[in-house]
Every structure is written in structure tokens, then in C-alpha cells.
């Protein structure tokens, strides 16, 4: 399956970019890197792939989460970044389990009663 170049979002349109191993080395507290980042105002969503014990559509769901709440004006509501990401975390892992178990659920979602 080959891998979205960018996302659409409300009237964003997000680049995503992949990455062999770490990314966002030049972030925040973030000497190793990350497995994902979410810039929407420059480059978008960068994505880190070939590493171990990582789900590359998972976490690309992470950090679509992150531009999701960013663009919606609810990352305010959490009190520090550590909050948002132990969120974000559960929902995107439950979520893609979600579509993954229940195929029907995405064509559901997707096509709604029409
Ligand atoms: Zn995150």
C-alpha cells in the first residue's frame, strides 16, 4: 500500500513526508528524534519509518491527531504536551486497531448512509 504525500484537512492542505529512521531531531527536547512530527506551518507531517517496533500507520494517525486538534483550536485543552501525547497515543493505536478488526467500520465511516 503506498504511503499519502499529504493530508486534507478543513482548508489544509498537510504535506507528509517519510523518513528513514528518527525524525524531528532538531525539535524541542528531542536528542534522539522523534517517530513522528506535526509542523503544520512548515513541512507538515514528517513520518519515521524502518525502525523497530513501530507501526508506520499508526503513527501517522498520531500525528494527523495532532493537526486535527491543532486546526479544530483544541490542543488548549491540555494542560502540557505530555497530556495531549498520552491521548493522542491511545486514541490513534485504539483507533487504527478499531479499522483494522473491523473492516466494515471504514466503509461505514467513510460512505456513511448514503
Ligand atoms: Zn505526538
Known sequence: MSRPKRLRLGAHTIPVSWHEGFVGKDCEAAEDGHWG???????????????????????????AIHAVLETGGARRVFGCIEDEEVVIEAVSHGVVELLRRNPALVTYLVEGEH
Not at 37 to 63: M, Q, R, W, Y
Open 37 to 63: 512530527v506535526c509542523h503544520l506551518g512548515k513541512g507538515g507531517l514528517a513520518i519515521a519509518v524502518s525502525l523497530e517496533h513501530f507501526d508506520p500507520p499508526a503513527n501517522l494517525l498520531h500525528e
